[in-house]
């Protein structure tokens, strides 16, 4: 009752070890990061998201992260809050943004929804790159909730770039795959 | 590096334990999490921020959660989330929405950030009751983020109900007096 545990799965850590560690193009980054995604609806561990916070001069892998809300019973578990909450547990900072020379990038298969999208804002990292966009999601059926129309602008003025599209087609590959499974598409509202 | 663990200081235990554990007025439950939110300064654990999960007919307190952000190295752990991932635990679901007979509702010393608002949709809780305002938070520093100028209706549009300005001004004293103590105001932007 007192403690929360969110474990990565161990094909995670196994594939995190056996990976180049270091991801010179972005596209080396995103192809990682929607690996994950796959490899996560092929283990069943949770729903075709997966996430990364790499160090942006060099591209080396700091966390990585996938969804896990329906192993972990905890809705909060998106990709991207796993890999920021690795990231920063690794970093030993709550503030990514804090390290001295060293600018952190998340780096996601499909575009945050609106918690994601604040707990970039909160963690420091000062770049998000993005594989599907929004509407790749709501296709088949997720909701990426009340996000502003304006994200990407709202988070240029904090300072935060972000980069869409990249990888798009195969990131979206990867939701229509678990679409046709028939993988939960949880949503709490419907 | 493989889990992430976030602990309940044992105080917020024993305060919890030392409750009356059901709260029937909608001010009881937030004079219960202002009281969360005061005591996590006291004892240094957090920033000014207390939250619970209470189920709505009864007001029984499912789960508590303050800020922990310094203390857990986690910019995630705003209270709204950790009351969340405990009521979740306690209840062994994700999807709070999904029991029978049950509705749950989250209340929060100050109106939800944009990550916690978003983490409010995916939690199933079918109601927010809120103490202090957003622009209470602002002007001590605190950053809500970009939320949209709507989002009260925008929870409404997903079966959500929010209540304002329940005590507000007992709440917004406990963010002034944390102001004044010189308490940490986290914001990575600045």
């Known amino acids: 009752m007192s403690e929360i545990i969110l474990n990565l799965p161990v094909w995670v850590q196994d594939f995190v070890e056996d990976s180049a560690g270091t991801f010179p193009a972005i596209e080396d980054r ?12 092929e283990h069943k561990t949770g729903g075709p998201f997966g996430a990364g ?5 060099n591209g080396r892998l700091v966390a990585a992260g996938v969804n896990l809300v329906e192993s972990s019973n905890c809705s909060i578990a998106h990709a991207e809050i796993m890999a920021i909450a690795f990231a920063q547990k690794t970093l030993g900072n709550y503030n990514m943004g804090a ?3 060293a600018v952190f990038e998340l780096v996601t298969s ?9 707990a970039v804002c909160w963690s420091g990292v000062k770049a998000v790159v993005c594989g599907a966009r929004d509407e790749d999601a709501r296709r088949i059926g997720f909701d990426e909730g009340p996000k502003p129309q304006n994200w990407v602008q709202a988070l240029a ?3 935060i770039s972000v980069v869409q599209d ?17 993988g939960l598409i949880y949503n709490p509202v419907r």
Do not use: H, W
Request: some cysteine; charged content about 35%.
């Open 30 to 41: 995103m192809r990682f990061v929607i690996e994950l995604s796959r490899q996560n609806i």
């Open 166 to 182: 990249v990888l798009r087609e195969q990131a979206d590959e990867v939701l229509t795959e678990y679409y046709e499974r028939g």
């Open 110 to 118: 499909t575009e945050p929804c609106v918690m994601c999208l604040g």
């Open 157 to 159: 003025g904090r300072g």
């Open 99 to 101: 390290e001295k020379g």
């Open 53 to 57: 916070i790499f160090e942006q001069k």
